[in-house]
């Protein structure tokens, strides 16, 4: 079956630090990945997603590129601010089938202090 | 305002006692979930729907009923409520007509207690 594996957290890091977590995959054939966020007290929102191989999706200063060689869907961004701290749920919808079920990871927690 | 709305929002109740958690989107979408998050496991499907009058398992359906008699609603129905169904619910939508691309939108949680 499908199955997302994430970077353990929890991660803290200060205001205009780097931010990478990683993300990889297993599935059959080439599925959807998606990274959603969930703020304190909220539910999950889409952070963004790529499609095939080599796409990159971009939000709010956040990026993943899609690398079917390495199956993996890193996330990034150059400088984390306060208000990005949430959690981070890698996540994929396998192709074929009719349940467009989101496979996630175990979440990250990320701290972001001042 | 395009959303997906769940209700209550909290619930504490205790073993047994039949509850039900609404669901109701206003976008029109075909596709309809119910997610669990629980710590350490992440979000797990517990029933999803592609239109009305068709529901399906998830991953972790035991003790759980869903129905869709309209498109636009997806309640969570627990007859017997266990301890064990304490936990973070998430409803989810979808247009479910553009294939596995389809962003899904969550509603705001519902935060079940069964004591």
């Known amino acids: 079956g499908n199955s997302v594996t994430q970077m353990e957290g929890p991660v803290t890091l200060s205001e205009e630090a780097f931010l990478t977590i990683n993300c990889t995959y297993t599935a059959t054939g080439y599925p959807s990945l998606f990274w959603y966020v969930q703020y304190p007290g909220e539910g999950l929102q889409l952070l963004l997603k790529a499609t095939k191989a080599d796409d990159k999706g971009s939000n709010k200063g956040f990026e993943a590129t899609y690398r079917k060689e390495t199956t993996s869907f890193h996330l990034e961004k150059g400088s984390v601010q306060v208000s990005d701290s949430a959690v981070y749920f890698c996540a994929l919808i396998g192709r074929g089938g009719s349940n467009y079920k989101l496979t996630f990871g175990k979440g990250t927690l990320l701290t972001v202090n001042p | 305002e395009a959303q997906v709305t769940q209700n209550p929002r909290y619930l504490i109740t205790v073993t047994g006692k039949k509850l039900t958690v609404t669901c109701s989107q206003n976008?029109?979408?075909?596709?309809m979930s119910w997610y669990r998050q629980d710590p350490g496991l992440g979000l797990r499907q517990i029933y999803y729907?592609?239109?009305?009058?068709?529901?399906d398992k998830g991953d972790v359906p035991e003790g759980y009923k869903v129905s869709r008699k309209e498109k636009r609603n997806f309640p969570l129905i627990l007859e017997s409520p266990s301890p064990n169904q304490t936990s973070l619910y998430f409803c989810a939508s979808s247009l479910g007509l553009a294939g596995v691309t389809d962003t899904q939108y969550f509603g705001p949680g519902t935060r079940l207690t069964v004591l």
């Open positions: 729907s592609m239109n009305v009058e068709a529901t």
């Open positions: 976008m029109n979408h075909e596709y």
